[in-house]
């Protein structure tokens, strides 16, 4: 993943167009102090809204240098070499580009966008401090061993859509160590923008958290099984081979290489830090219809 760059499409319809980088001109919220404040509002804000702020917890306030463009063809973008989040303008306050809109004033979508960009920014940290850790226990272990466990178990042979709108229609890829890694992260962050969007979603007439409410969490575990039945949950790539890229920009994973219920199941405990028995009755729903070997 290192010399990629993370892309979130804005309208499916673009995913074969050219990448928007964001140019030279990029406004970026400036200085440790703004960054350390930026970090601790979004935090205070996140909770407030009752919505997940566990993984946002373990990132340390000034890592993340966020950055606000005019993009067009992609919502938002993840440098982690840089450890850069590009946001489009509409994301920052008063669309200014200084510093990052009330969560509070985010629709669903943009509120999907800018977790899924927090989880590839939240694995980017876990892998930093991993390589500049002598001690094991360093906490960031967990996660990204089952990822890697999950790269070479699942993601190194998929199968993709070669027609992105014909869903049925698939092939057999074998993906390089980059490919795989990026789909597998593309895949994780998906899944993390549907669950807080679907969280909204279902509290949005109910006024407090789903987690006060056995009925909206019913509603949320039927439609995380909806998706996992309509194929929804599906990463990405971008091909490393030249031939590979000119017929496809990206890649995307066909249904059956989508999320299984384990790496859900992980993602909900570790991740969003949802609590155990809605994890439980979680398991106890899916489980049967998808088993994974993995
Ligand atoms: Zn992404």
Known sequence: MNHLTIRLLWVLCCWLGPFSLADVSAASVKGADGA??????????AGRLRLPTKFLQA?????????????????AEYHPDEHRMVLNRSLSFNSAGRTLKPLGKMTHKELEVLYHELF????????????????????SGGLLSFARKQQACRYEEVRITPVALRK???ESRYLTKTESWEAL?????VFIGWA????????????KSMFRDPQKIHQWIGRLKIAFEKGDLRGYYVPEDPDERRLAQKRYLAKPSQLTVKEAEALIEQVLGFQHDFIKRFVASVEPHTVSVC
Do not use: C
Not at 38 to 44: E, G, T
Not at 61 to 74: A, K, M, S
Not at 185 to 189: P, Q
Not at 196 to 206: D, I, M, S
């Open 120 to 139: 590839h920014a939240y694995m980017d940290y876990l892998q930093v401090i991993e390589k500049h850790s002598s001690n094991p226990d360093h906490g």
């Open 59 to 75: 990132v340390r306030p000034d890592f993340i240098h966020f950055e606000f463009d005019d993009l067009r063809t992609y919502a």
């Open 185 to 189: 992260n593309e895949t994780w962050a």
């Open 168 to 170: 049925d229609d698939t």
């Open 196 to 207: 807080v969007w679907n969280q909204l979603e279902v509290q949005r007439k109910a006024g």
């Open 36 to 45: 350390n404040q930026m970090w601790a509002r979004l935090l205070d804000e």
